[in-house]
């Protein structure tokens, strides 16, 4: 049995200490937000914040969460960055297919919280571990930079 806090919340997961947190989150508490891509932590669609830090919940244990703060995208637009990048992502039109859009979002949140005004540069090596097959990588670019100027000016 785990204590995990998610999204603020605490949880308590009767599950093996070796299940990939992805799958807690989407089959013990049906917070679907987060999604399967490769299961081998390459692809980041499962990206998740843990102590604010951009991380595969595919290859990450519950067991090694005790203590840490889970955030997920279903928290993502509580927070003024998460709200910016979620604006953003509509006025730059970024989704096609959308299903790595999720974790593409967790970690360009990642990036604007510990760099709130990224360089080209800075984005491109923040988001090389999340792919997208439908190759929207400029308008995500694009939108990260949006999001940062949005946030810059309102001050967050």
Known sequence: M???NINGETRTLDVPDDMPLLWALR????MVGTKFGCGIGACGACTVHIDGVATRSCTTPVG???GKKVSTIEELGKSPVGKALQNAW???DVMQCGYCQAGQLMSASALLAENPAPSEKDIERAMQGNICRCACYGRI???IQLAAKETEKADV
């Open 141 to 143: 670019k694009t939108a």
């Open 2 to 4: 785990a204590t995990v």
């Open 64 to 66: 090694s969460l005790a």
């Open 90 to 92: 509509l006025d730059v």
């Open 27 to 30: 089959q013990e508490l049906g």
